[in-house]
Nanobody
Framework: QVQLVESGGGLVQAGGSLRLSCAAS????????MGWFRQAPGKEREFVAGIRRSGGNTYYADSVKGRFTISRDNVKNTVYLQMNSLKPEDTAVYYCAADRAPYIKTTLYEYDYWGQGTQVTVSS
């Protein structure tokens, strides 16, 4: 069982940056692939970024590639999402998720555990 708690969301102007954190409980954090998803009002939840267990492999949605960076600290049981050059279309609730499979997946129903989400609002 893994419990996930996101933090770091807020209001930022277009072009600005935010760093999201997701703290995980439990001793087995390093056994999970971690992902970030987001859900904008009236839209489906979508994949943003994923990172494998060791942190050596990452994958991004095309919409955030080159602007967002996912990383993890397996000692602190935390996964991060550094978001730069933010755009108004990045406005959404951002969720972290954990998956026991050994590779990164982009479909939300394949993730086993979810956080409660943190709001990111980018003003124009």
């Amino acid at each position: 069982q893994v419990q996930l708690v996101e933090s770091g969301g807020g209001l930022v102007q277009a072009g600005g940056s935010l760093r999201l954190s997701c703290a995980a409980s439990g001793r087995t954090f390093s056994e999970y692939v971690m992902g970030w998803f987001r859900q904008a009002p009236g839209k489906e939840r979508e994949f943003v970024a994923g990172i494998r267990r060791s942190g050596g492999n990452t994958y991004y949605a095309d919409s955030v590639k080159g602007r967002f960076t996912i990383s993890r600290d397996n000692v602190k049981n935390t996964v991060y999402l550094q978001m730069n050059s933010l755009k108004p279309e990045d406005t959404a609730v951002y969720y972290c998720a954990a998956d026991r499979a050994p590779y990164i997946k982009t479909t939300l129903y394949e993730y086993d555990y979810w956080g409660q989400g943190t709001q990111v609002t980018v003003s124009s």
